[in-house]
């Protein structure tokens, strides 16, 4: 019911958010006299904002054409190299480029599509042959594809390493590291000859006992049991996935919104100030933004309650209690894997630690193959995107990287 609730509540919107979004154009075309008045203004900065926020969305674009390598711009596409039911392998490839080192950038399963890691696909660009894993909304998922839980995440993963071939990096941002830390282990205890040169875990609950976050907290005073009851609600039948099973993406949107919901009116009132004013560009900025982080996706639930419980809750890959299809996840099979922890000084999703911790597991990797980096004033996104990501860590990636490619 709660599933069926928002669509009515979605389609709603969407009617009003396109009355507002034609009376914001009335109001604000040069052609009309009442758009000169102060009030005229007003009004129709208020339905443009008011508009952008109830608007319906779906997966963004990358949109990522080209990119600027030793000076010379360079033509970018994108290419499918592998689909599977619930994700696919893309690939950017440069136009003429070859002979950089191959990086698989793992994005997170929890709500949003790939693209909001757009600014860390467009950082690594001109340093590395970029794949990433572009997930698909459960809810477009047919029931006759079956299920995808913690297991089959490892088995993706190491399915995509596969098929780009050895030699290749990979980058976790946020919630992937475990299940990309279980792989690189259960690789490398199968010597896999595809299993990663690196592994970079940005962000990461690897375990979340330490420093424990809002987050955590959230996901470790409730049983179990609780978010089976509250949290999972079913497809409608209006989509492909009708009767699947999923954690959806609205409720981890709310989720997020709610812990900081003073400093995102405080950017839709921002952005009123702007257009009223009449900076188109800021405004822009801002609805560029909210046009990515409102783009949500559901996830399994047979996915989204292991997560909770192997994760947050039992804490199993610290513990030494993780399993992968019956077998444990041992760390110590990491012996040639070079493991760099990056975390943000300000992260409030992934505390100081969670993510270092990761480097203490390894107990047969060496030294030298291992690296941690704290940005200093970052906060959880800003460890992969913005000027900090930009300036500061990927830098740091990319020395990592070519420290560790032969």
């Not at 340093?127 to 477009?140: G, Q």
């Not at 978010?227 to 949107?253: D, S, W």
């Not at 070079?338 to 409030?348: P, Q, S, T, V, Y």
Request: charge should be negative.
């Amino acid at each position: 019911m709660l599933y069926d609730a928002y669509e009515m509540q979605r389609s709603m919107l969407a009617g009003a958010s396109a009355m507002a979004n034609w009376g914001a154009g009335l109001l604000q075309n040069p052609a009309n006299p009442f758009s000169y008045m102060g009030g005229g203004t007003v009004v129709g900065s208020a339905l443009s904002v008011f508009a952008h926020a109830a608007a319906p969305r779906g997966k963004p674009a990358f949109g990522l054409t080209s990119t600027t390598i030793d000076g010379r711009e360079v033509a970018v596409r994108e290419e499918i190299v592998l689909r599977k039911p619930f994700g696919q392998l893309k690939r950017f490839v440069r136009e003429g480029v070859e002979g950089s080192p191959k990086l698989l950038i793992v994005a997170p399963m929890s709500g949003h599509y790939a693209t909001l890691l757009r600014g860390t696909v467009e950082r690594m660009l001109p340093s590395a042959e970029v794949y990433i894993t572009d997930w698909r909304d459960a809810k477009l998922v047919p029931l006759s594809d079956g299920s995808f839980d913690f297991d089959d995440y490892i088995d993706y993963l190491i399915a995509f390493m596969e098929a780009i071939g050895p030699g290749a990096h990979m980058l976790a941002v946020c919630q992937p590291s475990v299940p990309c830390y279980a792989a690189a282990a259960v690789m490398s205890a199968d010597r896999n000859p595809c299993r990663p040169r690196t592994l970079t875990m940005m962000g990461g609950p690897v375990d979340t006992r330490e420093a424990p976050t809002a987050v955590n907290t959230l996901a470790t005073k409730r049983p179990h049991a609780w978010f089976e009851q509250n949290a999972i609600v079913t497809v409608p039948l209006m989509h492909p996935g009708a009767g699947r099973k999923v954690y959806p993406g609205f409720l981890q949107l709310a989720g997020f919104m709610s812990m900081n919901l003073g400093n995102h009116m405080m950017s839709h009132f921002e952005m009123f100030k702007h257009l009223v004013k009449g900076d188109d560009s800021s405004a822009d900025a801002t609805k560029e933004f909210y046009d990515e982080y409102r783009s949500v996706c559901d996830m399994t639930a047979e996915f989204y309650l292991q997560t909770v419980d192997l994760v947050f809750q039992t804490h199993a890959l610290p513990n030494g209690t993780m399993t992968h299809r019956g077998k444990p996840v041992d760390p110590a099979a990491i012996t040639d894997i070079g493991l760099l922890a990056i975390e943000g000084e300000r992260d409030d999703i992934s505390g100081l630690g969670q993510t270092r911790a990761a480097l203490t597991l390894a107990t047969a990797l060496s030294d030298d193959h291992k690296m941690y980096y704290m940005a200093e004033g970052a906060g959880h996104y800003g460890i992969f995107n913005g000027s900090r990501w930009r300036d500061k860590v990927a830098p740091v990636v990319e020395g990592f990287i070519a420290a560790h490619n032969d």
